[in-house]
């Protein structure tokens, strides 16, 4: 089992809708999760963490945590084609990170 | 702030020549820096973690003689690909760890 899974999609969405994107991951110990936007032929760029704690909201972006079902979701309000990238799940073991697969998420007009 | 850099953005190089890639943290001090290579439409693989002041700690499967990471100061790490080969093409990335893990912008490395 992989350590940590993403769908790979696409996921598509009209613009102004929700995206939901999810990630599963093994180790029910991780107590740290980021979530990155990468843009084809780019790095990735941060969005956000959360810890094991609690939720995280920061503008259109929402993410959340099930310690008991292991998986984390990022919510992207009001979706813009701007958004249209592949969304990395990562989650912390010791001190590095271990990537999910990506979703790619494609916001249409 | 967080911001790494990274040096070169791509690069072509003959097979069976080296080529080295530098990171750096430009305001704060790494004393951890990762390095990442990433084929097309796959995800980030870690190839090795970097330690100033110590040898680097590499993956599974990760030829540490031929992917030579020096990390001499605070804010410097370096990935040279020894005696590259096409197979070695691929996106190198690195990132260090400041209020969450921020990224250099890549380097595209083509071996020809």
């Known amino acids: 089992q992989k350590e940590v899974e993403q769908n790979s999609g696409p996921l598509s969405v009209p613009e102004g809708a929700i995206a939901s994107l999810n990630c599963t991951y093994s180790d029910r110990g991780s107590q740290s999760f980021f979530w990155y936007r990468q843009y084809s032929g780019k790095s990735p760029e941060l969005i956000m963490f959360i810890y094991s704690n609690g939720d995280k909201e920061d503008g259109r972006f929402t993410a959340q945590l099930n310690k008991a079902s292991q998986y984390v979701s990022l919510l992207i309000r009001d979706s813009q084609p701007s958004d249209s990238a592949t969304y990395l799940c990562?989650?912390?073991?010791?001190?590095?990170?271990?990537f999910g697969t990506g979703t790619r998420l494609q916001v249409f007009p | 702030g967080a911001v790494v850099s990274q040096h070169p953005s791509w690069v072509i190089c003959k097979s069976g020549t080296s080529v080295k890639i530098e990171c750096r943290s430009l305001d704060f001090q790494a004393t951890t820096m990762f390095w990442y290579r990433q084929f097309p439409k796959q995800s980030l693989m870690l190839m090795a973690t970097s330690n100033e002041g110590s040898k680097a700690t590499y993956e599974q499967g990760v030829e540490k003689d031929k992917f030579l990471i020096n990390h001499a100061s605070l804010t410097l790490s370096t990935l040279t690909v020894t005696s590259a080969h096409p197979e070695d093409s691929s996106f190198y990335i690195c990132?260090?760890?400041?209020?969450?893990?921020?990224f250099g912008s890549g380097t595209r490395l083509t071996v020809v």
């Open positions: 990562a989650v912390k073991v010791t001190d590095k990170l271990i």
């Open positions: 990132s260090a760890s400041a209020n969450g893990y921020t």
